[in-house]
């Protein structure tokens, strides 16, 4: 059974940081693109980054280019996300995704299987 796991979330205030932890299980995760994700209330799902099978491709929206980092662990079947100089507008709850292959894409529909996602405020 394929699962995915987010964790890490909470309060920080802003500038802060926090590192996301995304846990893959039942599934060959080195195959496959993983994805973060968040939404905020009252906005759809955005595509925030994405790493490809081996780590060698990443992408980031322009929103958390420079201030995020995406990186994986095969051996042990885990994504993280750095995130530095956290904002207000951060505020979201977050969500890792497993790619239907290894392309590194923002678009939810290039991702099947989600996780159920960690909350996260940025707020004084």
């Known amino acids: 059974q394929v699962q995915l796991v987010e964790s890490g979330g909470g309060l920080v205030q802003p500038g802060g940081s926090l590192t996301l932890s995304c846990a893959a299980s039942g599934f060959r995760m080195d195959f496959y693109a993983i994805g973060w994700f968040r939404q905020a209330p009252g906005k759809e799902r955005e595509g925030i980054s994405c790493?490809?099978?081996?780590?060698?491709?990443?992408h980031y929206a322009e929103s958390v280019k420079d201030r995020f980092t995406i990186s994986r662990d095969n051996a042990r079947n885990m994504v993280y996300l750095q995130m530095n100089n956290l904002r207000p507008e951060d505020t979201a709850h977050y969500y890792c995704a497993s790619g239907r292959a290894d392309v590194v894409s923002l678009w939810i529909g290039d991702y099947d299987y989600w996780g159920q996602g960690t909350h996260v405020t940025v707020s004084s």
């Open positions: 790493i490809s099978s081996t780590g060698t491709k990443l």
